[in-house]
């Protein structure tokens, strides 16, 4: 499965809560782009155990430091994944929400 | 609705599709039917993987796709039980092993022409890959 969503480490901090919610291990590949349409800044391999989940602070990542753009999670297994983001010059503001599936269109027929 | 129509007189096989004309071909010069079926596979191949590409991301500038019969006796038809496809793919914002594993999972599980013949036929898949 694909879930689509959006990160930001300008002005932001960005955390993940990845969560895999099948009872099989599930390997993800995470890849974060400049802005929308720009290049993979950073791809990140990363195996969930049944049913684990984990946070992912996006800030231990120094080469997207101060970017911001489209994370795309790939998976073998269901899992979901929620995004939190704080301000860094107002930690009352708060973002969260849940990266949204991206489904394969049909095939060319 | 798909109507073929073969004039043997003419040399000619016509189709259409829901009563428009869609295609003639002259026997005789072009693609046979079985080259049809391998275009078609390649054409959905194609097609099915540029869309697994572009929905991670990638930038395509081409793919290209070969295929070849190397079980073929004497050109027959019934004879063909492999396809050997060869991927060529120009893109960006993918690495060459992701190319490959996209490639490879989107004829088995996508490709709508892919999944029907692969009751009858097995496939040996080859990607190269070129940076975009």
């Known amino acids: ?109 | 609705m798909i109507k073929v129509i073969f004039d043997p007189e003419n040399d000619l096989l016509m189709s259409e599709i829901n009563g428009k004309k869609s295609m003639n071909l002259k026997i005789s010069e072009g693609p046979s039917p079985l080259e049809l079926l391998l275009i078609s596979l390649g054409a959905c191949a194609a097609i099915t993987l540029y869309k697994s590409l572009v929905i991670r991301g990638g930038k395509v500038k081409s793919i290209e796709v070969t295929l070849m019969r190397p079980d073929t006796v004497d050109n027959r038809c019934d004879h063909v039980k492999e396809i050997m496809m060869e991927y060529s793919i120009v893109a960006g914002n993918i690495t060459p092993n992701e190319a490959e594993e996209i490639a490879m999972s989107s004829l088995r599980n996508e490709c709508t022409i892919a999944k029907i013949l692969a009751q009858k036929m097995n496939y040996h898949l080859k990607v190269r890959f070129k940076k975009a």
């Not at chain 1, 879930?3 to 932001?12: D, M, T």
């Open chain 1, 1 to 109: 499965m694909l879930l689509k969503g959006w990160y930001s480490q300008n002005g932001w901090k960005t955390k993940l809560i990845l969560m895999n919610m099948s009872n099989q291990p599930s390997r993800l590949r995470l890849k974060l782009f400049e802005g929308e349409n720009g290049r993979v800044l950073v791809t990140i391999h990363m195996k969930l155990k049944p049913k684990e989940m984990r946070f992912y602070e996006l800030g231990r990542i120094k080469r997207i430091a101060g970017k911001a753009g489209v994370i795309l999670i790939e998976s073998e297994e269901l899992i979901a994944c929620a995004c939190h983001l704080i301000n860094l010059e107002d930690e009352m503001k708060v973002i969260d929400y849940k990266l949204a599936r991206v489904d394969m269109q049909s095939s060319c027929c």
